[in-house]
């Protein structure tokens, strides 16, 4: 089989003022990847493509034809399965009836969607456990019933809202690997809800990032990660990213009353710093960035010397604002700039590192990379807001 196209422009408004605005066109067996901050929009906009979130504007098109028009389609006849964090499979049924039932709901009579289930069982390694009702499988088995289920009615377009993230970290593996298999194999559209950088480089061949209600980047994993348009963006792609402009094939901002000035050895980074005045993000990974204690241990001090003294390149003053614990260490989040620094546990013991400890950071050229900031302009921009409500509901027309 292969998926359905997917094209919606989802807008919904809820109480407390959240609006979530934002548009998705998912080609026939792609998979795409959409991540975001706690509450920026991400589940809303899966549950209104599947038909259990009101919209109040917009569209869903499925293979061209529009399943939120003026008579919106119910969720079991848009051909959209939607799969969370929980399995919810019948308690009372056994994995194969589970799997059987989405089969039988389609018009299947109950033998040929037996031995569909038990194929489809047999895909996702749970072979031999048909009969065992949900309560005797394991979470992960669980998950991958749910996941047989979901792609024996051969969906056209297949909806995961963070289906790993209740798992332990091994049994995510297993589940994400399989998915992987199972998707391209079948061809089936699909859009993943993530926290996890791993599950959109492993699985999607695009990320959507969704910020505020809207999109706020929409491009190729690799693209969107090497790039990212946004601290949020940054933080999944593990690089600090901290905004200023070129300033003679340099880069500068102002922090404490003082410059900040980076340069690079990257021939595109140099070529995007020689531009005059231009917005620029500077992106740093936290294991390239140096710490050391400054000189001077009081804040104002610090300050006052840092002023008098001429900029050094790829040197800055900071404190300490928190310190997180990480496998090989500790984060060590400094602020203005705000940037993040990895050191080995034992260097943190060493310099009493604590929130508000004055201290210099520095990173050589070699470990720097300037990118031009589409957020900048997107904010503003014409090209890139939202259509006026009349043009939305024009779309809402289905095609003829």
Not at 57 to 69: L, Y
Not at 135 to 164: C, M
Not at 277 to 292: C, F, K, N, Q, S
Not at 330 to 350: G, K, M, Q
């Amino acid at each position: 089989m292969t998926g359905g196209a997917l094209d919606a422009h989802v807008v919904v408004a809820r109480r407390g003022g959240f609006r979530l605005d934002a548009a998705l066109a998912v080609a026939p067996g792609e998979i795409v990847a959409v991540m975001g901050p706690s509450g920026a929009g991400k589940s809303t906009l899966l549950g209104a493509i599947a038909g259990l979130v009101r919209m109040r504007q917009g569209f869903v098109r499925i293979d061209g034809a529009d399943a939120a028009g003026r008579r919106p389609l119910p969720p079991q006849k848009r051909g959209v399965v939607l799969l969370g964090q929980d399995p919810r499979l019948f308690p009372h049924l056994s994995a194969r009836d589970n799997v059987a039932f989405g089969l039988r709901s389609r018009g299947a009579d109950r033998e040929h969607a037996r031995r569909e289930a038990d194929e489809w069982l047999w895909k996702v390694g749970l072979d031999g456990v048909g009969a065992h009702r949900p309560s005797e499988l394991s979470g992960g088995q669980q998950q991958r019933a749910a996941l047989a289920r979901a792609l024996a009615t051969e969906p056209r377009v297949l909806l995961l809202d963070e289906p790993l993230t209740a798992l332990d970290p091994e049994t995510a593996g297993d589940i994400r690997a399989l998915l992987h298999e199972q998707l391209l194999h079948s061809k089936t559209t699909a859009v993943i809800v993530t926290h996890d950088a791993v599950d959109a480089a492993s699985l999607a061949t695009r990320l959507v990032v969704i910020e505020g209600g809207r999109v706020s980047q929409d491009g190729p994993v690799r693209a969107v990660l090497t790039a990212p348009a946004s601290r949020f963006a940054a933080a999944v792609a593990g690089v600090n990213r901290v905004v200023g402009r070129s300033d003679r094939g340099a880069w500068r901002t102002r922090a404490n009353g003082a410059d900040v000035v980076l340069t690079t050895t990257d021939a595109d980074s140099r070529a995007a710093a020689e531009a005059d005045d231009a917005e620029l993000a500077a992106l740093l990974r936290p294991g390239d960035v140096r710490l050391e204690l400054a000189p001077e241990t009081s804040w104002t001090g610090a300050l006052r010397l840092a002023r008098e003294a001429e900029p050094t390149a790829g040197s800055w003053l900071a404190r300490v604002v928190r310190l997180e614990q990480t496998p090989a260490g500790a984060r060590v989040h400094t602020a203005e700039p705000p940037v993040a620094v990895d050191l080995a546990a034992a260097d943190v013991a060493a310099l009493d590192l604590a929130p508000g400890v004055v201290v210099r950071l520095s990173v050589d050229p070699a470990a720097v990379r300037f990118v031009a900031r589409p957020d900048a302009a997107a904010a503003e921009s014409d090209e890139t807001a939202a259509p006026p409500a009349a043009a939305l509901e024009r779309s809402a027309t289905p095609p003829p």
